[in-house]
C-alpha cells in the first residue's frame, strides 16, 4: 500500500472548517441568482481568479462578500449537504463546522433559519454519508463584544443544536483579553470553547487565549512557535492545535507547509490535527488533500500519521461513549 493511501484510508475528523469557506463559485453563484443578491462577478471562474491573496486581511474581504448570498433556509441546507458531499470519498467520519452567524443575522437573518438549515444537513449527511457531525458558533471580531453577546443570548435556544461557539476573523487589534465576558457566558450555558489564536497573532494571544478565556483547543496555533513556554503550555494543558497547512501556505502566513511548527509541535508533544479552513477559497483543496501536501512536502512516518488522526477524535467534543465508532 503506497503512502498517499494509507493516508487516504485513515479514519479523519475534521475540526477546522468554516461553513461559509466551502461556498464553492458555482453554488455561490446559484444562491445569489435566486436571492436576486447582486455580485460583483461575471462567472465562476472570476471568483477563482479572484481568490489569489497577500494576507489573510485579503482573503477576508473577499471571504464575507460571499457570505451575503445567504438569506433561506434551504441555503444553509445546501452549503453543508455539498461539503458532506465532497469530502464522503476521503474516509471523513466526522466533522465540527463552523458558521459563522453574525455576518447573516447582522444583515436581518433570522439565526432559526441558519440553525435549523444547516442542522438538517447534518441530519441527512448522517443518513447518506454516515459522517456524524457538530456544529459551532463561531463569533466574528470584526463585530463588538456587545453584538457577540447579543447573538450567543439568542442562540441560547438552539442550544441543542450548538456543539460549542468559535471565534475567528482577524486578530489584528484583538486582544483575547476583550472576550473574557463572553467565554464566561458561553461555558456556563455548557458550551464546549474553541478560538482562533496565533494565526497571525503572537504567542501571547495563543497564551492568554488559553489562560483567560479558557479555550479546548486552539484553532491555527502556529504563532506559539516563537516561544517554547507557550508551546510546552499547549502541550501541558493538552490544547490540541487545528492546523491549516494549506491555509497558512495561501495566506502568506507561513513560507511553506516545512516551514510551519508541524515537525516542532509533533517534537514538543503537542497534539495536533490538520483541517482545511476554507476549502473552497483554497483552490478545493479538502481534509484529505491537506493530509496528502503535508506528506508530500515533509513526508511524515506512518505512527505519527496514526497520532495525528487520533489526536484528531481526542480532540473532537463526541462523547466518550461514542468515540470508539470514530477509530
Ligand atoms: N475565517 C475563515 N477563515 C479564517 C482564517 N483563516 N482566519 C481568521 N478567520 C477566518
Ligand atoms: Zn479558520
Not at 475540526?15 to 447582486?38: C, D, Q, T, W, Y
Request: hydrophobic letters at 35%.
Amino acid at each position: 500500500k503506497t503512502k498517499l493511501q494509507f493516508i487516504h484510508d485513515l479514519p479523519k475528523v475534521e475540526l477546522h472548517m468554516h461553513l461559509e469557506g466551502s461556498l464553492e463559485p458555482e453554488l455561490m453563484f446559484e444562491i445569489a441568482k435566486r436571492n436576486n443578491v447582486p455580485i460583483p462577478f461575471d462567472s465562476p471562474e472570476d471568483i477563482r481568479k479572484a481568490s489569489v491573496f497577500n494576507s489573510l486581511q485579503e482573503f477576508l474581504d473577499l471571504y464575507y462578500l460571499g457570505h451575503k448570498v445567504f438569506r433561506t433556509r434551504r441555503d444553509f441546507y445546501d452549503l453543508i449537504y455539498a461539503y458532506f458531499k465532497r469530502v464522503s470519498t476521503s474516509n471523513l467520519r466526522h466533522a465540527e463546522l463552523f458558521f459563522e452567524a453574525q455576518e447573516h443575522t447582522n444583515r436581518g437573518v433570522h439565526l432559526e433559519e441558519i440553525v435549523m438549515g444547516l442542522h438538517e444537513g447534518c441530519v441527512q449527511a448522517e443518513k447518506d454519508f454516515g459522517i456524524t457531525s457538530d456544529l459551532i458558533l463561531c463569533l466574528l471580531r470584526h463585530f463588538s463584544p456587545e453584538n457577540m453577546m447579543d447573538l450567543l443570548k439568542q442562540a441560547v435556544e438552539f442550544k441543542k443544536y450548538i456543539k460549542g461557539i468559535g471565534m475567528s476573523s482577524s486578530e489584528a487589534g484583538c486582544p483575547p483579553s476583550l472576550y473574557v465576558d463572553i467565554f464566561k457566558f458561553a461555558k456556563e450555558q455548557g458550551w464546549h470553547v474553541t478560538s482562533h489564536a496565533g494565526e497571525i497573532g503572537p504567542p501571547e494571544y495563543v497564551r492568554d487565549s488559553i489562560e483567560l478565556l479558557g479555550i479546548e483547543r486552539c484553532d491555527h496555533g502556529i504563532g506559539a512557535r516563537t516561544d517554547p513556554e507557550v508551546v510546552k503550555l499547549l502541550a501541558d494543558k493538552k490544547v490540541g492545535v487545528t492546523m491549516c497547512p494549506i491555509s497558512n501556505v495561501l495566506l502568506k502566513v507561513t513560507d511553506s507547509i516545512p516551514y510551519s511548527p508541524i515537525r516542532q509541535y509533533l517534537d514538543a508533544n503537542c497534539k495536533i490535527c490538520f483541517n482545511s479552513d476554507d476549502p473552497s477559497y483554497f483552490g478545493s483543496n479538502y481534509i484529505e488533500e491537506n493530509y496528502d501536501a503535508v506528506e508530500k512536502e515533509m513526508g511524515l512516518s506512518v505512527a505519527e500519521w496514526v497520532k495525528i488522526a487520533q489526536d484528531a477524535i481526542d480532540m473532537s467534543w463526541v462523547e466518550e461513549d461514542e468515540r470508539k465508532k470514530l477509530q
